[in-house]
């Protein structure tokens, strides 16, 4: 049918690459007509998961949010003859010689633009995502929450915006082995009940109120109870460091770092419960992951989360810390709201599939050859 690009130079991350990763595998799954050109690093290629032979990688080592990768990957994209360019995230080359797909997560760099590393960061992301909008065929959107957020921002566009919801990873059905687990937890050193959260160290991902819930749930009852980060290192927050000292809770915050699926599923099932009490998400996978593992979840109820994760969480105001913290100490306590919200998120997980994702993004390409 067509030659499609596909940047993947972001599967390494935790997000974006969950994305990529379950999009390429299901597009070879279903597809064996487009011929896909994937662009990416030569150590992303030991990531890619078993595709096609209609699949073709092509180095560019290009930074992201260079001027290097627009030049780099439009010329690639001329010489190749692309018929069609997908970008996963907000960015495509300016230069680009073919029609293009954008996916715009979200927009939390316009609406936290204090969290951003320059001044120069909001400008350059305010102008992409006003030229995905304004030239690419299609723009998708995780959520109907994100959806609404760039047409608020970005008047105008509302026909060009397609929602198209994220899955979930097919590894987080699984049920673990007892081997497996014990693996984990002699890794991890995990030998105590523990809440568990999956992120980075950003701010809006709200971390400092969740360790401030935590110390006011042990400083109550949960004397044994450990919280587990997974995804993020303390020593590179020197704010996070400052923060679990003056609550005393050295001993008692364990930061994992980067874990693979395999091991974050696991994760998920030793854990008692797990905390999402982020200001913003586009989507927010980590809750819908929990869920498929049977273990209860607390999130915050503002963006994207009360859409994604319906009647399946407790749902608290990620600001007020009596409040997480109080939500925390229900899901440990109360055990028929336990047994119903695992119940309710065995079922919300189904509405999330790969599968229908990728069907959706074949037929956006599909339209867009006929046109």
Not at 58 to 67: G, M, T
Not at 120 to 130: C, L, P, T, V
Request: aromatic residues 10%; glycine residues 6%.
């Amino acid at each position: 049918m067509g030659k499609i690009g596909i940047d993947i130079r972001k599967i390494r991350d935790y997000g974006i690459g969950t994305y990529i990763e379950n999009l390429i595998s299901q597009f070879s799954r279903l597809n064996s007509e487009n011929q896909y050109i994937l662009f990416c690093r030569p150590q992303d290629l030991e990531r890619l998961p078993p595709l096609g032979e209609n699949f073709h990688p092509v180095v560019d080592e290009s930074a992201n949010y260079s001027l290097r990768e627009h030049l780099s990957l439009s010329r690639k994209a001329k010489r190749l003859s692309l018929d069609l360019y997908f970008s996963p995230h907000y960015v495509f080359p300016l230069l680009i010689p073919c029609r293009a797909i954008v996916t715009i997560h979200d927009v939390i760099h316009l609406l936290f633009p204090e969290n951003l590393p320059r001044k120069g960061a909001y400008y350059y992301a305010r102008f992409m995502i006003g030229r995905a909008l304004a030239k690419a065929e299609k723009v998708v959107a995780v959520s109907h929450h994100s959806r609404a957020d760039i047409q608020r921002l970005f008047p105008g566009y509302a026909s060009r915006i397609e929602v198209i919801h994220n899955g979930i990873d097919p590894r987080f059905f699984r049920q673990p082995s007892e081997n497996e687990l014990l693996r984990v937890k002699r890794k991890f050193q995990i030998d105590y009940p523990c809440i568990l959260f999956v992120g980075n160290l950003k701010p809006h991902k709200n971390l400092t109120n969740l360790l401030k819930a935590f110390a006011l749930l042990r400083g109550r009852r949960e004397r044994g109870l450990k919280l587990v980060v997974a995804g993020a290192e303390r020593d590179k927050s020197p704010h996070m460091r400052e923060t679990i000292d003056r609550l005393s809770l050295g001993a008692e915050v364990r930061f994992l770092g980067y874990v693979n699926k395999e091991e974050l599923c696991c994760l998920y099932h030793l854990a008692e419960l797990f905390a999402f009490p982020s200001f913003y998400e586009g989507f927010g996978l980590p809750p819908l992951e929990a869920m498929a593992c049977g273990t209860p979840v607390i999130a915050s109820n503002l963006s994207s989360l009360p859409e994604v994760l319906g009647d399946a969480a407790v749902m608290v105001n990620p600001h007020q810390v009596e409040e997480i913290a109080e939500g925390m100490r229900q899901l440990i306590e109360n055990i028929p709201l336990r047994e119903e919200l695992i119940r309710r998120g065995a079922q919300q997980v189904k509405k999330y599939s790969w599968e229908e994702a990728a069907r959706r993004y074949l037929s956006l390409f599909a339209q867009i050859f006929t046109r």
